[in-house]
Structures are given as structure tokens and as C-alpha cells.
């Protein structure tokens, strides 16, 4: 199976840093990668899909890039709101495993 | 507005068994392929199993398949989950998904709110 990997684990920033995160897949899964951002106590929320499409509604600070192994997720200037953990997912086969997740809070 | 409300969940005793629903709206349900995702306290979300649209094709997590079974019925709108063989393991609160398309590779784009399953004697 494939594996998912994040890092960082945790990261602390202060408002308006811009905040990147990594995801990678132990092989090439194309481009069919998910973002969710869970906030405390909350129920996951889908941000990106096809590793780089805004879903409907999310704030446009947030995107995503990358293709095959290597996802980022870039929250262009982080705001109080954004505190969470964020998970990657892959979508192009099952098991459609999670990765571990980042936590982000602010500095 | 998309809803889906799950139900269900309890405590049960090691080995036992419990069936999950989740009431669809606000969209075509036999549209869309479903999924169930759970999350342990404390911990990550992890993935379940997943159904197609026409419920024809079906997916299951190792850690689960041979004793879950995922179905749905699409004239009541309604995702099932038959959990039997239950293990400690097994305790977290079980999400409902709405996935983007008809068939499994997609993301989830609806949650519901989850319901809770706690195995333990």
C-alpha cells in the first residue's frame, strides 16, 4: 500500500506568515491528493482537491501544488482562523489512506 | 443544503456488532459515491471503506474488511455501515462522507457529524 507522509508534524506562525506544508506519497499517485483542515472539535472540512483546485468557498490564501510524490498546501497569509490540523488524503486507488497531519497554530 | 446525519453508534461488547446509518439530502444521492471515515480520540482521521454510486463496486481498510460491510439504499437515500466482529480498535466516532463523484477516487466533499462507537466490555 501506499504510504502518506506530512511534515512538518506541528508548526507555530505568526498572523500573515506565509505557511507551507508538505505532503508525500511513498509512490506516484498523479494528482489525486485532498487537503481537509480540522479544526478543534470540528469535522473535517475538504479545502483542495486534484491536488491544486480551491474548493467552493475556501479563502483563496489557501493552494495547493504538486504531482506524483510531492504535495505542498501554502496558506499564503495565516490568519487566527486558520488554527487546525491539516490532513492530505489520496484518492487514485484504495486504500485512500490519511496522512498524518500538521498541526498549525499561531506564534 | 447537503445533510447527512448518522446514527447508530453505542456501546457495544468485544465481538459484537452494530449497524450504522446515514439519512442523505439536499443532493441526488444515487449520484454520488459515499465512504465511511472514523476517528479514534486524539487521533487522525482514518478511512473506512467506500461505496460506489450504483453500489456495485465497494472498498474496504485491511484493518476492517471481512467484518464490515458497506451498502446503501437509494430509495431511502440512506448509506449503511454492518460492523460485526467488533474490537477495542474499532472505538472511534464514524463520519458519513459525500464524495465529489460517482465512483471512489474522489475526495469528500460533505461530512456529516458523526456518531460513536465505543467497543469495550
Known amino acids: 500500500d501506499i504510504q502518506m507522509t506530512q511534515s512538518p508534524s506541528s508548526l507555530s506562525a505568526s498572523v500573515r506568515d506565509r505557511v507551507t506544508i508538505t505532503c508525500r506519497a511513498s509512490?506516484?499517485?498523479?494528482?489525486?491528493l485532498a487537503w481537509y483542515q480540522q479544526k478543534p472539535g470540528k469535522v473535517p472540512k475538504l479545502l483542495i482537491y486534484a491536488a491544486s483546485t480551491l474548493q467552493s468557498g475556501v479563502p483563496s490564501r489557501f493552494s495547493g501544488s504538486g504531482s506524483g510524490t510531492h504535495f505542498t498546501l501554502t496558506i499564503s497569509s495565516l490568519q487566527p482562523e486558520d488554527v487546525a490540523t491539516y490532513y492530505c488524503q489520496k484518492y487514485n486507488s484504495a486504500p485512500f489512506t490519511f496522512g498524518p497531519g500538521t498541526k498549525v497554530d499561531i506564534k | 443544503e447537503v445533510q447527512l446525519l448518522e446514527s447508530g453508534g453505542g456501546l457495544v461488547q468485544p465481538e459484537g456488532s452494530l449497524r450504522l446509518s446515514c439519512a442523505a439530502s439536499?443532493?441526488?444521492?444515487?449520484?454520488?459515491?459515499m465512504t465511511w471515515v472514523r476517528q479514534a480520540p486524539g487521533k487522525g482521521p482514518e478511512w473506512v471503506s467506500s461505496i460506489s454510486d450504483s453500489g456495485d463496486n465497494t472498498f474496504y481498510a485491511d484493518s476492517v474488511r471481512g467484518r464490515f460491510t458497506i451498502s446503501r439504499d437509494s430509495s431511502k437515500d440512506t448509506l449503511f455501515l454492518q460492523m460485526n466482529s467488533l474490537k477495542a480498535g474499532d472505538t472511534a466516532l464514524y463520519y458519513c462522507?459525500?464524495?465529489?463523484?460517482?465512483?471512489?477516487?474522489?475526495?469528500?466533499?460533505?461530512w456529516g457529524q458523526g456518531t460513536l462507537v465505543t467497543v469495550s466490555s
Open positions: 462522507g459525500k464524495i465529489r463523484s460517482g465512483i471512489a477516487t474522489a475526495a469528500i466533499n460533505h
Open positions: 509512490q506516484g499517485i498523479s494528482n489525486y
Open positions: 439536499g443532493f441526488t444521492f444515487s449520484n454520488y459515491a
